[in-house]
């Protein structure tokens, strides 16, 4: 029984080695189909057999990873492969023959189209580095998948930073051959992002793909987001913030002799911020200068403002009782209580600053005390509808600013 069952053995062994022999292909087999394929190819000239005829070039791109995007510099650095197929009608073979699919050839072996990219950031670049691959099928399909790091210029428009919105394109064009020699034709209509790898700082928000029928070049759009929320944890909110502080400056004792020094501090502290944001924004005002350096730039002057304000509210309360306050103060001090007293529903106090004979008890400290709180209203409102405008404009934006 066992002698038996060794004899099937033996016969699958056999039947085995014998089916594997049949539909295997030897290295010397192989060697003489790729030096009969590859031969005596002129690899400058064009895979067609009318020379007349046009070579179709199927084109898409595949990004990997967005690098970086400096707005300053306005270069955009993308990692990503092109996918580029087209019929070579000098190579085909009969696969049943030889049971050969597929063939992998360097490409200084048979022609390949040149591409460059043409909105490179340093010099005129090809899409390709050297040693690349291509598969050719027995159909005379081949497939070029050339890979690297592109980088393009991209001019960023900075209007609503740190919310802005980027559109960032890169184009390929054939170099060397005109429009009745290759046509280059996309097969998607957007970038595949199959293999993509998030970036931290920007979003991708859509791709698109227009085509120029004279110059066969592709124009590869990708619109791209910016996260902003490290931007406002570490210039919005330290901007809003030194503002506030500033309105306090009104509510500081003049008798401390700090008001001054204050206000100048959280001026200079403005000054540093916009320094910063300016260092990290291109120095172009085009289509328009950028929200949050008008931002600072306000803010920047109504420090500025409120300075002047302090001194003019201090050199009248360390006036001299023995200069008589003038008619003119005297008005602004009474018109400005039975204001805040009408705001305020205070009808006591009202009528105490109505009565006859209150003018002659007017001091001058009295004065700069009205001229700190109508100063500090005045700069309240007026830093609440800055930050208004701020906001509504890098959110649906301003009429007359875009």
């Known amino acids: 029984m066992k002698m038996k069952n060794s004899g099937y053995v033996v016969i699958m062994i056999l039947l085995i080695s014998f089916f594997r022999e049949s539909f295997s292909v030897s290295y010397t087999n192989f060697d003489a189909f790729f030096k009969n ?5 002129n690899i400058n000239l064009r895979p067609v057999l009318d020379h007349k005829s046009k070579v179709n070039i199927y084109m898409f791109f595949h990004l990997i990873n967005i690098q970086e995007f400096n707005e300053v510099e306005g270069k955009l650095s993308l990692t990503g492969y092109f996918n580029i197929s087209w019929v070579d009608q000098t190579i085909s073979w009969n696969s049943t ?21 043409g909105n490179s950031y340093d010099g005129v670049k090809f899409i390709h580095k050297d040693h690349t691959v291509m598969r050719v099928q027995s159909n005379g399909v081949v497939k070029w998948t050339p890979g690297d790091n592109y980088e393009v210029v991209c001019n960023a428009d900075v209007s609503r930073y740190p919310f802005d919105t980027q559109l960032c394109k890169l184009q390929i064009l054939p170099w060397g051959y005109t429009s009745e020699e290759i046509v280059v034709v996309p097969i998607y209509d957007y970038i595949v992002q199959l293999w993509f790898n998030p970036q931290k700082t920007w979003e991708f928000i859509e791709s698109s793909i227009a085509k120029n029928e004279g110059l066969q070049l592709l124009e590869f759009s990708m619109k791209l987001k910016r996260n902003p929320m490290f931007f406002v944890l570490n210039l919005i909110l330290p901007i809003c913030v ?26 200079l502290a403005i000054a540093v911020f916009l320094t910063i944001s300016s260092d990290n924004l291109p120095a172009t005002s085009s289509p328009r200068i950028s929200s949050i350096s008008l931002l600072l730039f306000t803010d920047v002057v109504i420090s500025a403002v409120i300075v002047l304000m302090v001194i003019l509210s201090l050199r009248y309360y360390h006036r001299e009782d023995t200069y008589l306050v003038s008619s ?52 309240t409102v007026v830093i609440c509808i800055v930050n208004a405008l701020y906001i509504i404009d890098v959110t649906v934006g301003l009429p007359g600013l875009d």
Request: glycine content about 8%.
């Open 37 to 41: 394929i590859t031969g005596g190819k």
């Open 97 to 117: 023959d030889n049971e050969i699919e597929e063939v992998t050839l360097e490409e200084h072996i048979i022609w390949k189209p040149s591409f460059i990219i």
């Open 242 to 267: 030194m503002i506030i502080l500033n309105i306090f400056v009104f509510l500081l004792p003049p008798e401390s002799g700090e008001r001054v020094g204050y206000a100048v501090t959280v001026l």
């Open 328 to 379: 003119f103060m005297r008005g602004f001090v009474n018109v400005s209580r039975i204001l805040r007293c009408q705001v305020c529903s205070c009808r006591r106090k009202k009528e105490k600053y109505n009565e006859t004979g209150n003018e002659e008890e007017i001091k001058w400290t009295d004065v700069g005390k009205e001229i700190d709180i109508i100063c500090g209203i005045f700069i």
